[in-house]
Nanobody, 124 residues
Framework: QVQLVESGGGLVQAGDSLRLSCAAS????????MGWFRQAPGKDRNFVAAIRWSGGSTYHADSVKGRFTISRDNAKNTVYLQMNSLKPKDTAVYYC?????????????????WGQGTQVTVSS
C-alpha cells in the first residue's frame, strides 16, 4: 500500500506561481513512476506530468510545457510540481499519482494509487 498526500494548492491570480508537493509513504519501492493529474468540474481527469523515481526522466503534457516542471527528492519521498505563469484554465483539483509501470505516458486507468487532491484556483 502507498499513501500519497498533496499540499500547496490555493487561490492565486493569473500570472502567479505555486508549488505543489506530494509526500509518499508506505511501500513506495513498488512505484516506478510518479505523476500529476488535474480535473475540473464536469471534465475528465487529465494528465499533467510524470517522473521516474530512478533517473528522474520526465514528461510534461503539451498544455503545460514551458510553464510547469515536475521534480522529485528521493531522500524525502516527495514529488513536486512547480507551476509558473498560471492561467484561469489551470483551475482544477490536482491529484498526485503513483504507478508500478515505468512508462512516462500515464493514464488514469494505469494509476495504482491516488492522493486526495489539492484545489488550485486561478482568477483572471
Amino acid at each position: 500500500q502507498v499513501q500519497l498526500v498533496e499540499s500547496g494548492g490555493g487561490l492565486v491570480q493569473a500570472g502567479d506561481s505555486l508549488r505543489l508537493s506530494c509526500a509518499a509513504s508506505g511501500r513506495t519501492f513498488s512505484s516506478e513512476t510518479m505523476g500529476w493529474f488535474r480535473q475540473a468540474p464536469g471534465k475528465d481527469r487529465n494528465f499533467v506530468a510524470a517522473i521516474r523515481w530512478s533517473g528522474g526522466s520526465t514528461y510534461h503534457a503539451d498544455s503545460v510545457k514551458g510553464r510547469f516542471t515536475i521534480s522529485r527528492d528521493n531522500a524525502k519521498n516527495t514529488v513536486y510540481l512547480q507551476m509558473n505563469s498560471l492561467k484561469p484554465k489551470d483551475t482544477a483539483v490536482y491529484y498526485c499519482a503513483a504507478s508500478e509501470r515505468m512508462s512516462l505516458v500515464m493514464t488514469p486507468g494505469r494509476v495504482d494509487y491516488w492522493g486526495q487532491g489539492t484545489q488550485v484556483t486561478v482568477s483572471s
